[in-house]
Each structure stands twice: as C-alpha cells, then as structure tokens.
C-alpha cells in the first residue's frame, strides 16, 4: 500500500505522524515497491483538484477519498446557510409539519441557525433587520476561512461602513471586488461555566449522502475562552472574551497548556445533569443530534455522492442560556493537531475509528461496497442517522421522534408491537 504524500497537505508533523501510526497499524504503509492500491488523506484543495474536469483524473474502485468533490456546500459558511433556508422553503412547499411555525412566524423544529445575512448582496436587507433593534450586536465572518481568522463583533451600521472602506470598497452592490462575509445575530446569552463562554465541537461522519448515512461521535469536546464573558460593548474587541477558537485563545495569558481550556463531552454532560437535571440534558443533546441530521438532509440534495468519498467534519455548536443549540458552522478539515495529551489520545482514536468505517477491517477498499460496516467496528461510533431505516418505519418518523411522542427508554421509539426501535439520528 502506498500514500501519496506528496499530494497531501500535512498541516502538521504531529498530524501526519498520527495518520502515519493508524496506516501503520493495518499493514497500509508498506515499503515503496508494493503500490497496490491507495488511500488518499487529502487537503479540500486537493481534493478539488482531483475532482477537477480540467485534470482528467479518475478514481479507480480501490481509491477512497476523506472528501466529497462539493463538500463546500456545507462547510462554506453562505452556502450552508443558504442550503438550509432552501430546505426550510422546501419543506413548508411540501407543507411538511416539520416546516411549522408558531405565531410569530419562527419555524417551530428548524430554527436552528442565527439569523444571517450575506454580505455584500444582503446589504440592504441586513439593515433592514438591523433597524429593527438597533440595540442588538451582530458577528461577522469571512465565508471561507476558518480559525476565527477575520472575524469581528459590530454594533453599529457605521462600522459596516469603515470594514467596507477598509476593503477598499466604496459600494456594496460588486460582489467580484472583495472577499464575502457572513453577517450573524450574535448569540449574547451564552450558557456560562465558571463565568466563561464555550463552545462544542462535535464530529460526525458522512459515508454516503444517498441514502444518508451519518455516525456520531462520542468523544467531543467543549472549548473554553480563557476571559469570563460579559455582554458589554467596549469588550466586543476582545475576542478571548468572544471566540472559542484554541487558534485564538491559545495567545491569551490566561491560557492553560495542561488542559488546553477544553472539557469532554462527558464531563459537560455530567455538569449538566447535576446543574439542570437529567431529562432537561438528554433532551439538549436530542436536540442537538436533530441539528446535525437536518443540516446533512438540507444539502444531500446537492451534494455529490461520489461513491469513492466519506467525510468526518467538525460541527461547532453553541448552547445558550435557555439551553437551547444553535448551529454556527462546520469544519471540512476539523483540526487534528493535539494540543494537550488528552487531546491526542481523542484525535488518534477518531482517526482509527473513521478508517474503520471508511475501510472495515482494513482491507482494500471498495467503493461498490454497501457502506454500510458491522457493529463492532464502529468504535467511539454510533449510527446518528439511517435514511433506509427511516424510509421503512413511515415518512412521518422524524417528526415524531424530534417531538417526543411515543418515546421510550433512552431515546427509542417504541411500536405499537411494544418493541422499541432506535431514534433516527441515535
């Protein structure tokens, strides 16, 4: 077996050596002379260029990819937000009662993404919004980059107007000129532990899109800022108080290196059953579980299904002080570089149990395969989302599911039969 490396991007040595001992340990990086087949662990810019009808390449049966050709669908900030409304307007089409709204107007089961605007084609709208409350704070990001590069906090339509001369932009109708943004409601009640804003990072991963298929894994974690939180207006500029970033907080002076300001999913769990009660916890991460499966059903539609691609990405969830999850975007290359030695055992792991996935038992790959693995392969794996399971027990089972009805032991559904069947997305 042999890995091109020469065609991956290594973002660090201590990514690659983790990649390297996984490979390692099923016998897949042998010496140079055996090139049977192979296993590509790429960037998305390689990934795009394999995929590129400029390049003329073509996959064969035995080459599995850890990308789908458009992933950007989901992991680009405007376009997630775009395919999601979409899918809301779908639905409500459809006149699913998954797109119901109450009396104001807000989607009952599909509010789950701020309030968002594009700049600058949504310009005009946005101000629209904001003169609506002028008192509220908005975040803005640059749709296509990641690590809370270029992201800051406004409260005022002034400063809109200086990023936009900053840019070196007088008006707001060419989109061609300069780079685009996304421009959010900023969640300002976040849940607080010890005073500080968190969020979660969560993975989940994709081995085919028609029929979805998704895994959730159990090994996340919640990222701390290292300053406590205050909704005040002269802090909007510190971004230790706002971004949960480790590539931002990591330079704060209150940084601790031991635990890299990072909780287990676990632990955050616990804390809230203790705090909130167990029923209002598990109802949390349902909800949470809900998220994620409806945001993979908003882009399926577009998305390629390369038969030669899987996915892990890095969803980033935050929790507001009403418990409530919000979704704030998803990650294509989720950082797999360890910055505390928990960090590295968790990373490792989620490497090995996505390969087991990706390639079962470590054999060759196949992409005709059924994608569909053994149980006991799954690891820190749980099966988040079946479509074909779903299909057979009603087209209404979502609904009933993400509603609480029927609902028995520990998230299962049980049948009139009395037999308990699996949640959808547990």
Known sequence: FRIMAGKVKWVTDIEKSVLINNFEKRGWIQVAENEDWNFYWMSVQTIRNVFSV???????????????????????????????????????????????????????????????????????????????????????KPCGKAQGKGIFLINKLSQIKKWSRDSKTSSFVSQSSKEAYVISLYINNPLLIGGKKFDLRLYVLVSTYRPLRCYMYKLGF????????????????????????????????????????????????????????????????????????????????????????????????????????WLIEVNASPSLTSSTANDRILKYNLINDTLNIAVPNGEIPDCKWN?????????????????????????????????????????????????????TWK
């Open 371 to 423: 994608k569909s693995p053994p149980k006991e392969v799954l690891g820190n794996y749980e099966v988040l989302y079946d479509e074909e399971m779903a299909q057979s027990d009603g087209p209404d089972r979502d609904l009933r599911s993400r509603s609480g009805q029927s609902s028995g032991v520990k998230g299962n559904r049980v049948r009139d039969s009395g037999k308990p069947v699996l949640t």
């Open 54 to 140: 400029e390049t003329g390449y073509r996959l064969s049966d035995d080459q599995i990819v850890n990308h789908f050709p458009n992933h950007y669908e989901l992991t680009r900030k405007d376009l997630m937000v775009k395919n999601i409304k979409r899918y809301r307007k779908e639905l409500e089409k459809e006149g699913s009662p998954l797109a119901e709204k109450d009396e104001n107007g807000k989607y009952i089961y599909l509010d789950f993404v701020p309030v968002t605007f594009m700049l600058p084609a949504d310009y005009n709208l946005f101000v629209e919004e904001f003169r609506k409350n002028p008192s509220s704070t908005w975040i803005m």
């Open 222 to 325: 919640c990222r701390f800022c290292t300053v406590k939180y205050t909704p005040s207006t002269s802090e909007l500029d510190n971004m230790f108080v706002h971004l949960t970033n480790v590539a931002i907080q990591k330079h704060g002076d209150d940084y601790n290196h031991i635990h890299g300001g990072k909780w287990t999913v676990s632990n955050l769990r616990l804390y809230l059953e203790s705090t909130r009660g167990k029923e209002v916890t598990n109802k949390l991460f349902d909800e949470i579980h809900w998220i994620i499966v409806q945001s993979l059903k908003a882009v399926a539609p577009v998305m390629n299904n390369d038969k030669h691609c899987f996915e892990c990405y890095g969803y980033d969830i935050i929790i507001d002080d009403k418990l409530k999850p």
